[in-house]
């Protein structure tokens, strides 16, 4: 039996100090699960000299990285520090060493997660990485072993607590965007830069990971229609609520026979699906298993102690590796080779807002264009634009095609009675008007 077993962290800031504490705080119940200590070697940071809300003894900080990838005693890297490229250069460098890593970094996994798992493999290290999508939510877990025996045919998340918090503060209590998103930057919720969370790609990679694991299929970042919250705008929230749906970014991901989709973009959920009354900065992640039917998974999905919570449950998931001598072995490759599905496969229902001159036949005209596409309305309301000689119509369709509704935005810019499109998103469910 080992006496202790030594991770060395690469970087200390929210979720690395979380991880300090909780190693320090919970140690007993580590103790008890692996039958021995758990000690926090060394920590790489960028600045030895800053202040950190967390107590740890000065001489374990260095910002030389051989002093945590190279140290025989370290037996687990934990990967705290963001970034991709440098970061790959390390992990790979630490699993080659024969370390085992954890990390928390969806960027990275998102990339070059197919690359790492394989080294990891031919090391015979565990490479896991929990923490990367959902935070605090352990849905790598439910999904890979939980629902193992399941087929997934339908994934839907809120996996960014950024752009949800900033959506909730706005629908609800009608705030500006700039305010809201300076709250969550202040909150420690977004990204240093934001823009990958209001521009979807943050969800896109955690969409990304989920896609592969839950679908059993190497999906890759290019794979995933992305479309963020920028665009969104006050009318569209009115109406969205006028017609009983809540606006969300989701993360979408349906496989049809062997063919899936996966996308981002804001969406109207029905007021009684269950992830419309999810708010602020927390995630849930609806999952449909053609065995299980619906499931859902709730909670924090950023932040110091939740994130930290996943981290260091992975690496009690090691520790009980290395006590049955089994590193390396718990990864199971993609089953399914990937298919996509083309835009004729993929349905919807679509709101769209439009202005159009207010004048005979302008309605008629709009008909004709989406019946000869085939694309049929569920709910239509017109109301004219203050001091102007336009009508705005919003439009809910029945389901159709992608590629016949992109037909239809299409050419309504062509039409002369169009003054523009205003906005168009995917609708998810009834709503109640
Ligand atoms: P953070 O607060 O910015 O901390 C980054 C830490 O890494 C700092 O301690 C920094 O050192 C160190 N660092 C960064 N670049 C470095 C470099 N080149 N060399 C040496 N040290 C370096 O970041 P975080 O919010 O904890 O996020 C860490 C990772 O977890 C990211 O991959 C993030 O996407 C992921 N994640 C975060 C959350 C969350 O809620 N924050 C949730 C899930 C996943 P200094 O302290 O000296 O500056
Ligand atoms: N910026 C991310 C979010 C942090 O808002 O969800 C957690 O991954």
């Known amino acids: 039996m080992v006496k202790s077993i030594s991770a060395g962290l690469l970087g200390l800031g929210t979720v690395g100090s979380g991880v300090v504490k909780i190693i320090e705080n919970h140690q007993d119940k580590l103790m008890h699960q692996i039958g021995c200590p758990v000690e926090v070697k060394k920590v790489l940071v960028k600045n030895q000299d800053k202040k950190r809300d967390v107590k740890i003894d000065s001489y374990k900080l260095t910002t030389n990285v051989e002093d945590v990838l190279f140290d025989p005693e370290i037996d687990v890297i934990i990967e705290v520090m963001g970034g991709i490229e440098q970061t790959r250069d390390y992990i790979l460098t630490a699993l080659r060493n024969k370390k085992h890593v954890v990390t928390a970094n969806k960027d990275l996994m ?3 997660g197919s690359e790492l798992l394989t080294v990891a493999a031919e090391n015979e290290c565990d490479l896991f990485y929990e923490a990367s999508v959902a935070g605090g939510i352990p849905i790598l877990r439910s999904l890979v072993e939980g629902l193992a025996s399941d087929r997934v045919t339908k994934m839907m998340g809120i996996v960014n607590g950024t752009t949800n918090f900033i959506l909730t503060k706005m629908s609800k209590d009608g705030r500006a965007y700039e305010d809201v998103l300076a709250e969550a930057q202040a909150l420690g919720y977004a990204e240093s830069d934001p823009t990958s969370d209001v521009e979807g790609l943050d969800a896109a990679r955690k969409m990304t990971i989920l896609a592969t694991l839950g679908f059993s299929m190497k999906i890759d970042l290019d794979d ?16 969205s609520k006028q017609l009983g749906y809540t606006m969300k970014l989701i993360g979408y991901a349906h ?3 062997d063919h899936v989709e996966v996308s981002v973009q804001p969406t109207l959920l029905a007021d009684s699906h269950p992830l419309a009354s999810v708010n602020d900065e927390y995630n849930a992640v609806y999952v449909y298993g053609e065995a299980v039917g619906e499931t859902m998974f709730y909670g924090p999905g950023a932040g110091s102690m939740p994130t930290a919570t996943a981290v ?3 690496l009690l998931g090691v520790m009980k590796n290395m006590r049955l001598g089994v590193n390396g072995r ?18 919807s229902k679509y709101f769209l807002r439009i202005h159009v001159k207010d004048q005979v036949g302008a309605f008629a005209t709009l008909t004709a264009l989406f019946s000869e596409r085939g694309v049929s309305f569920e709910k239509i309301i017109q109301l004219p634009v203050k001091d102007s000689e336009l009508a705005e119509i919003v439009i809910v369709t029945h389901q159709a095609s992608l590629k016949d509704y992109e037909e239809v935005l299409q050419q309504l810019n062509d039409l002369e009675i169009v003054k523009s499109v205003k906005s168009s998103y995917r609708v998810e469910g009834d709503g109640s008007l």
């Open 330 to 347: 718990s990864a199971v490759a993609p089953q399914y080779p990937k298919q996509l599905k083309l835009p004729d496969q993929m349905f």
């Open 110 to 112: 998102a990339l070059y």
């Open 255 to 257: 496989r049809t026979g």
């Open 224 to 239: 995933v229609r992305v479309k963020g919250i920028t665009e969104i705008t006050e009318e569209d929230l009115q109406y």
């Open 312 to 314: 260091v449950s992975d």
